[in-house]
Each structure stands twice: as C-alpha cells, then as structure tokens.
C-alpha cells in the first residue's frame, strides 16, 4: 500500500531535549512537508522540501531542524530551542511542480512535554 | 485580514439537512482551492478540490467566486458520519512563495450531524 507513515505516534520529550520525528513516504513524492497543529489554530508550515537534498524554512522554522538524504524521508528535530514544542506535528507530501498543489498526509505524531 | 478565513462553527445540523460553509481568501492571485476533512485528532485528508466551474462528487458540491475571493462548500443529506471539521485550503503561487507549493489552511469548520 503506498502512503505515508510517522512515527512514533505519540512522542514525550523532557526539557532542554531534542527529538527526532520520522517521516516516510512510498508515493514517489518529490516534495515533503512538515507543519505543527495547535488547538483551534490552522496548520502552520514549520519546513518544506521539494527535493532531496534541498529544504526551505516555513513561517514558524525556529527551533526545528530537517533533513532530507533521500526521496522517501523527511525527518524533523524538535531542539531544545523551541520553547513551546507541545503540539500534532504533521507530515505531508505531494508531486512537485504539477500545479495540482494536492498534499496527502501522514498519520502525525503527538509531542508531549514533561 | 487572514489569508484564509472560516467561521468555526460547530453548525450543529440535524441528519438529512443541507448545510453550506463559506470560505475567504486574502489573495487574489490565488490558483488552487481544496476542502480537506479532518476527523478528531486524525490528519486531513483531502475532501476535494475546488475548479472555476464548480464540481460535485456525490452529496458535495464545491464553488469558488473569484471576484468576491471565496470558495464554499455544500453537503446534501447530510449523514451522521460527515460530523468532523472542514478545512478550507488555498495555494499560494509559487512566485509569491520565492519556491515551493505553498498552502494555507484556515482554521476549519466544525460540522456536527445529530440525530
């Protein structure tokens, strides 16, 4: 089946900690995405990549770093640095440059501070 | 002005009704138009997308007014499971954007099909 996987789905982190968020896509996407959902707020777009090796920050990058090594992954780490990282953070993709603008997500991931 | 505004609702409708929501976009170069669903604490998933003519799939029907810059969408008969929040989404070109296909969401409509 293709689609896109997160893990883990529930994922806590201690102060002055960073964690790692996995994402993974099997749909030949040449873009990948990541955004943060707070409660009654919309999606906020915290990285973007529209090809491996390459990523642009979205309006809220601050205290988050990416990667993207290959086509299939995108993971994103929360740093020490964000000082607000409770939230569902949400992975998507879609195919670049078609004008079609569809994004297809992942199941996302809940991060939890202690 | 947001760049994409929704009333949250929730409209609380009762099953077989129709019910509408309205959307507004802030910019007028805007191309692409979507209604995304997202159940609670689930991931949107795309309902559809939204063309100048207008579409319809099934009980759905999506319009878009470019000269008053909004996008609505219709649900006929509704059902119990349609109960879930409705996001409108536009893309923003990607001039304007410096790269990238960029989309804003609104903060979403709640529907909740009662009994």
């Known amino acids: 089946d293709g689609g896109i996987t997160q893990s883990p789905k529930y994922l806590f982190r201690k102060e002055g900690q960073n964690v790692t968020l996995s994402c993974e896509q099997n749909l030949n996407h040449d873009a990948m995405y990541w955004y943060r959902q707070d409660p009654g707020q919309g999606l906020r777009l915290i990285y973007y990549?529209?090809?491996?090796?390459?990523?642009q920050k979205g309006d809220i990058a601050e205290g988050y770093s990416v990667s993207r090594e290959k086509k299939e992954s995108f993971p994103l780490t929360v740093t020490s640095a964000q000082k607000n990282p409770t939230a569902f953070y949400l992975c998507a993709s879609s195919m670049a440059e078609r004008g079609t603008g569809t994004q297809y997500f992942g199941p996302g991931t809940r991060l939890l501070v202690l | 002005r947001k760049e994409v505004e929704q009333d949250p609702g929730p409209f609380n409708v009762p099953e077989g009704a129709t019910v509408a929501f309205n959307c507004t976009y802030s910019n007028s170069a805007s191309q692409s138009f979507f209604w995304y669903r997202q159940d609670c604490r689930k991931e949107p998933k795309l309902l559809m997308s939204?063309?100048?003519s207008g579409n319809e799939d099934g009980r759905f029907t999506a319009q878009l007014n470019r000269a008053s810059q909004y996008i609505s969408l219709l649900i006929r008969d509704s059902k119990l499971s349609d109960s879930a929040t409705y996001l409108c989404?536009?893309?923003?070109?990607?001039?304007?954007?410096?790269?990238?296909?960029?989309?804003?969401f609104g903060t979403g409509t709640q529907l909740k099909v009662e009994l």
């Open positions: 989404v536009v893309n923003i070109p990607r001039r304007l954007t410096g790269g990238g296909n960029k989309l804003t």
């Open positions: 990549s529209q090809i491996v090796n390459d990523f």
């Open positions: 939204v063309y100048s």
